[in-house]
């Protein structure tokens, strides 16, 4: 059982076409900026490794077949946070990593009360009250204004680790498999 999606027209000049739930639809290449109904497209995934691949497969789509949305600054990245720092009853604190958790961690170590240290695992793990807070509040969120050369660096990513070309994903793999880190790693 597949997702119900996927690109036809892979012949050279054809338009691909998208289908879903068994209704094909012609995927225009090009794209009517006028016809946009909001300001701000938020890409929102988890702060891990498997939200990093999705938002690079957002991206590329993007600069693919919305390349204008993309030039002209319409997409965002919510940030959400790893962890959440408290200490006592008064004292809340969002880390977006190690480094940053340890400073947090270092800074209300004076303080009364219980330091508790909560690492979120995904957007779904979170409360609403943390997911408010940190990802959906515009004034205490956090958004990366995606650049034409971030969609681009998506876009030569996804097509090295997921095109048809063996050779270059090879070496990627090679040039890159020191500085893998936690592989393995499940919370």
Do not use: C
Not at 77 to 89: E, M, R, S, T, V
Not at 119 to 127: D, S
């Amino acid at each position: 059982m597949g997702t119900g999606i996927s690109l036809g027209g892979s012949d050279e000049g054809e338009e691909p076409e998208l289908e879903i739930g068994g209704k094909k639809k012609t995927v225009s290449s090009s794209f009517d900026l006028s016809k946009l109904r909001y300001d701000r497209i938020i890409i929102m995934t988890d702060a891990d490794v498997d939200g990093a691949h999705i938002r690079t497969l957002l991206l590329t789509f993007f600069f693919r077949y919305m390349k204008p949305v993309v030039e002209t600054g319409h997409i965002y990245i919510a940030q959400p946070p790893f962890y959440k720092i408290k200490k006592g009853n008064d004292t809340v604190l969002y880390a977006k990593n190690e480094e940053q958790r340890d400073e947090m961690i270092q800074s209300v170590r004076n303080k009364k009360g219980e330091l508790i240290v909560t690492r979120f695992k995904g957007l779904g793990e979170m409360n609403a009250e943390d997911l408010a807070t940190t990802t959906m509040a515009m004034e205490s969120r956090s958004l990366a204004q995606v650049t034409l050369e971030d969609a681009i660096e998506a876009d030569n990513l996804f097509s090295i680790l997921l095109g048809d070309v063996v050779e270059p994903r090879k070496r990627f793999i090679e040039q890159h498999a020191l500085e893998a880190e936690n592989i393995d790693w499940h919370a």
